[in-house]
């Protein structure tokens, strides 16, 4: 096994001014000792995970770190600088940077020795030995182990991590959970107990980083904490007994937590993995003041929350209010669209086979003709509207769920029927939900006798929420947002001219700036709402969103065709998948070009798509169903020129993708690694 990190991956005078900077500095180190062998599609990588979150911790530590296919051998690189970099830490600059490189299938003895030294980050004696080092070797030493810091004792086994980390029961690469020693009484003779688990997107370094802070805070505090960390290292889950002898539950995660249904009637606290890095004091109290209050998560039994696009699982209730509230609303928009997918599709068959007209015919309960093709026609449409009513109140029941979990959903649908009633529409479902919510979390703050908790999720606060909520919405708030539907509802039929070539290029930008993502189902849910009551303004809505939607997957896709070289091989197969997602209008199709390289593919997907937004306004096309590509096309108005604005669009993406790639600079390496970095396996490779 080779070593980690060597003298030759020490920087202490690390000159950079920036985290970009020092991760350049860092990754020379490794393409110079043949670790790396793309620096700059290795840097894309760092790039693309440092988008997910800040690797800034409190405490002067920055820890940049990724998986990539570029990284030929698990590698460290340390840097000391003394001016500080910004790597988004709430306390300031880091002056200790570690660039961390694990390749894409890295073997687990490599990713538990990175575990082991995530957690000696979180010792003081450690960090304050890297400051105070003055030799590089001496240094690289000490992070692999090899040299005690002052005051911790002997040196651990070269190579490995320290016993604390790794117990000996368990084999190598599996992670154990750990569990806070000695805990004091918690005034009844038996210790509070908790029960956590750690999870971040590389599952590399704040994984265990969380898990160790936590672990170190209930010694601390006297409180008995086990964690479990789920990592790259390994996944060893809690004993059964322990969750159920536990009196509250911490996750600190930003990816899905396993099996969650273990964990559910305990009173819970859900945050971001760097939140059980830096404030795991302020975790645990909480936990306790949520069990004295007889606070009880409602974990769905599938154990898993509502996904938001991109913000699932990602500890929202330790977030900034403004991530927070995007990821309520990523939850009501997730679980509409599968409703606007197939209530929208139903209606557009009907619109095929019947026209425009078939809205007016009767119920087909109580006429229905076997052979007419109108019968079949009214049928569709039936069906697909009474889908599509569901919209609003899906809308509101999930954004409320997203915000209290299950005794939240009562709430937010009578909230979001109500906005129906009052024709608040899209807006109202929006706002019935936060309502919903909101009111359901204040409720849940309430201490209730013992006896009371067993019912008041099922009946309680479902009772009092849905009145209060159906009071807010019919007496005081539904009025207005109607008044405000109404307005938006007109001001969409007036456009005309430069104004809507200005909203095309505003949502042909939103489609494509994050693929699939917050931005994205935003503009979505805008013209799908639209639909709801279809006007000339807001179909065209819908037309400019779908085509611009359809442009990077089809970008990418014709970028791999006529300029192979740019691309890697496993990139030239996805391009040919996105052929076909482009062609369904299914925008994620260009996420992995994207997260491969976002500072060359997302600027110029965005172009593509303002474009295409403002050419299909400009050509008054118009579009009724809510999804499918090319394959609604005979529902479109306009036909020839809305596919003439998806090509113009496609071409400004390929070309400006084709530009910027192949003016990337191409990255000198020693000449050993020459088969390794040629164009077959190297993002951007110049042709």
Known sequence: MSELITAELVDLDLSAATKDAAARSLAERMVATHRVTDLDGFLA??????????????????????????????????????????????????????????????????????????????????????????DPGTVAALIRGEEPAP??????????????????????????????????????????????????????????????????????????????????????????????????????????????????????????????????????????????????????????????????????????????????????????????????????????????????????????????????????????????????????????????????????????AIALTVEAGFLGGLVAGLLAGAVVMAIQRVPVHPTLRGIMPVLVIPLIASAVVGFLMFIVVGKPIAALQGALTDWLNGLSGSNAVILGVVLGLMMCFDMGGPLNKVAYAFAVGGLADPTDGSLKVMAAVMAAGMVPPLALALATTVRKKLFTKTERENGRAAWVLGASFITEGAIPFAAADPLRVIPSVMAGGAVTGALSMAFGCTLRAPHGGIFVVPLIGEPFLYLLAIAAGTLVATALVVLLKGARRTTAVPAGEAAATAPEARVGATA
Not at 151 to 158: D, Y
Not at 173 to 186: F, M
Not at 282 to 295: D, F, Q, T, V
């Open 45 to 134: 990588d760092v790039a693309a995970r440092e988008a997910q979150m800040p690797t800034g911790l409190d405490g002067g530590i920055g820890i940049p770190h990724c998986r990539s296919e570029h990284v030929s051998a698990p590698t460290l690189a340390f840097g000391r600088s003394a001016r500080g970099i910004d790597f988004g830490a709430a306390d300031g600059p880091a002056d200790l940077i570690f660039l961390i490189a694990a390749p894409a299938g890295a073997d687990d003895d490599h990713l538990t020795i990175l575990s082991g030294l995530a957690r000696r980050l979180m010792d003081p004696e450690f960090t304050a030995a890297l400051r105070a080092g003055d």
């Open 151 to 416: 005051g911790t004792g002997a040196a651990p086994e070269a190579g490995t991590p320290e016993p604390a980390d790794v117990p000996e029961a368990e084999a190598p690469g599996a992670e154990a959970p750990e569990r806070a020693a000695s805990p004091a009484d918690d005034g009844d003779g038996a210790p509070f107990r908790i029960v956590a688990v750690t999870s971040c997107p590389t599952g590399i370094a704040h994984t265990y980083m969380a898990a160790e802070s936590l672990t170190a805070a209930g010694r601390a505090e006297g409180v008995e904490v086990t964690v479990e960390t789920q990592g790259s290292a390994g996944f060893s889950k809690l004993d059964p007994a322990v969750i159920a002898a536990a009196d509250a539950v911490i996750w600190a995660h930003d990816v899905e937590v396993r099996e969650k249904a273990r964990f559910r009637g305990k009173p819970l606290v859900d945050v971001g993995v760097k939140a059980g890095i830096n404030r795991p004091a302020e975790l645990i109290a909480e936990a306790r003041r949520k069990a004295e209050r007889g606070e009880i998560a409602a974990v769905p039994e599938g154990g898993d929350r509502p996904e938001a696009g991109d913000g699932g699982g990602s500890g929202a209730e330790g977030a900034h209010f403004g991530v927070r509230l995007r990821t309520y609303l990523m939850s009501g928009v997730s679980y509409m669209v599968p409703f606007v997918a197939a209530g929208g599709l139903l209606i557009a068959l009907s619109f095929a086979i019947g026209g425009y007209e078939i809205v007016d015919a009767k119920s087909v309960a109580d006429h229905f003709v076997w052979g007419q093709a109108d019968s079949w026609a009214a049928l569709l449409n039936q069906i697909g509207s009474a889908a599509f009513g569901f919209l609003v109140p899906v809308l509101a029941g999930y954004i409320a769920y997203g915000m209290a979990d299950r005794p939240a959903l009562v709430p937010g649908f009578v909230g979001g």
